[in-house]
């Protein structure tokens, strides 16, 4: 999978923006939280970075190209050496995971904040 069709996979996804961060990372955002992150640094050592299920991120960690994400790892964020570590489908299929574990939580935080504002 390239860089396109990443881009195309996550603006797919309910109220998704995109922004060039950190020099050459191509950041997807719901609601201002992180759900995916690019490199678009050829040989930059990991291309992508995505958030998982505790389940999915040990089972990742023993793929070959696949180690946890600096800073986030303990968050159970993985990173991915290159764009073709996994195949088209288990890729397009981490993504919409990341995104739904991300939104959940904005979804969340956002019932909390309009609780404690109607009392």
């Known amino acids: 999978m390239d860089v396109d069709a990443i ?4 603006l797919s996804l ?3 923006r995109e922004r060039l961060q950190w020099g050459e990372t191509l950041v997807f955002k719901v609601k ?3 759900f995916a992150m690019v490199s678009l640094e050829i040989g930059s050592g990991t291309r992508i970075f995505l ?3 505790p389940e999915r991120f ?3 960690l023993e793929r070959e190209g696949a ?5 986030m790892g303990r968050y159970k964020w993985i990173g991915l050496e290159e ?5 088209n489908r288990e890729l397009e299929e981490l993504i919409r995971q990341s995104y739904d ?8 935080k956002r019932r909390t904040r309009t609780r404690k504002k109607s009392r």
């Not at 180690?67 to 800073?71: E, Q």
Request: glycine share 2%; proline share 9%; hydrophobic share 40%.
């Open 101 to 108: 574990m991300i939104a959940a939580k904005v979804a969340k």
């Open 7 to 10: 881009r195309q996979i996550c």
């Open 58 to 60: 040990a089972e990742l």
């Open 32 to 34: 201002e939280k992180i």
């Open 14 to 16: 309910p109220n998704t």
């Open 83 to 87: 764009l073709d570590t996994l195949g």
């Open 51 to 53: 958030k998982c299920s």
């Open 67 to 71: 180690h946890p994400a600096p800073y």
